[in-house]
């Protein structure tokens, strides 16, 4: 998965902020977010990782979480299947 193209971010004091260029819609995201976005390059498995110990949630509730986040951004055009 990569991040499509047209959309600048930035991570400012610990949270991304995501501009499409095209439409000028922008969105930002909470620390968990963050997480993911930046690890966007790693397969689910090893992003669900990161997410369980940094934030200590279970699991099944970060890999749940997670596919759903990724899913609406995939929905948004902010990201891209490899």
């Known amino acids: 998965m990569h991040v499509a193209s047209g959309i600048a971010w930035q991570v400012i ?3 991304a902020f995501l501009v499409d260029l095209d439409s000028g819609r922008s ?3 909470n620390a968990t ?3 993911v976005w930046t690890s966007l390059d790693e397969d689910l498995e090893d992003i669900v990782s990161k997410v369980t110990a940094e934030f200590g ?3 099944d509730e970060a890999k749940r ?3 759903q986040f ?3 951004l995939k929905k948004r055009g902010l990201v ?3």
Do not use: F, P, Q
């Open 57 to 59: 949630v279970a699991y």
């Open 27 to 29: 969105l930002g995201l």
């Open 80 to 82: 891209k299947a490899d």
């Open 70 to 72: 990724i899913e609406v």
């Open 65 to 67: 979480d997670i596919t």
């Open 33 to 35: 977010g963050t997480l």
């Open 13 to 15: 004091d610990g949270e």
